[in-house]
């Protein structure tokens, strides 16, 4: 039986590479204790439940692998996905997913419009969703979305997580993931 353990994708250190362990033992799914070595077949997941009800289990299929990238050095082990990559709940391939703040050339235009005092309400939107705990990116530019009527009509979410990231280079949020994919990074406000 293939051991099963919950990870955090937000932790991938290449596109197929997730953080596993920092010592030889880690414990499975069901607490039980299983000793990690090269070539071992795995299975990784994690659960996510979202205030909005929403519930996405991504998985992945595996091999233990040293962790040989030469960053952060206290993992000592990671798990390497098949060929398959990994998987929502439904069974649909993310790992194919396109870097989700990329705009359109009719995006591009309608955000050159927007005005300094407009970008400002942006920001607020976005700042007034996160918290000192990690949220998911994606949720915090959906819920500034909807928080206010205020906001300028026609901006796309790939502009607001833009601007997550521009508050991220700015010092106002902490991040960790990939910034260019909402689903898989995560912010909070500067810790103090």
């Known amino acids: 039986m293939t051991s099963r353990f919950s990870v955090d994708f937000n932790e991938l250190l290449e596109r197929d590479l997730i953080m596993l362990s920092q010592t030889d033992f880690r414990k499975d799914i069901n607490g039980s204790p299983v000793l990690l070595v090269e070539g071992l ?3 990784v997941q994690e659960d996510n439940l979202y205030d909005d009800g929403t519930h996405e289990v991504l998985f992945a299929r595996g091999v233990v692998e040293a962790n040989s990238t030469g ?8 798990c390497r996905f098949d ?5 929502d709940i439904a069974g649909s391939s993310v790992n194919e997913e396109i870097c989700n703040t990329e705009l359109s050339p009719a995006e591009g235009a309608r955000v050159a419009k927007l005005s300094q005092a407009e970008l400002a309400l942006i920001d607020t939107a976005l700042l007034s969703q996160v918290s000192d705990d990690w949220r998911k990116v994606a949720r915090v530019v959906g819920m500034a979305m909807l928080s206010t009527r205020d906001l300028p009509s026609g901006v796309p979410d790939a502009f607001f997580a833009k601007r997550v990231r521009l ?5 106002q949020l902490e991040s960790q993931g990939d910034l ?7 912010i ?3 810790s103090a």
């Open 41 to 43: 077949p795995i299975e």
């Open 71 to 78: 960053t952060w050095s206290h993992v000592k082990w990671c």
């Open 83 to 87: 060929s398959e990559g990994f998987y």
């Open 167 to 171: 508050l991220v280079e700015s010092g």
């Open 180 to 186: 260019r994919r909402m689903r898989f990074s995560e």
């Open 188 to 190: 909070r406000r500067t």
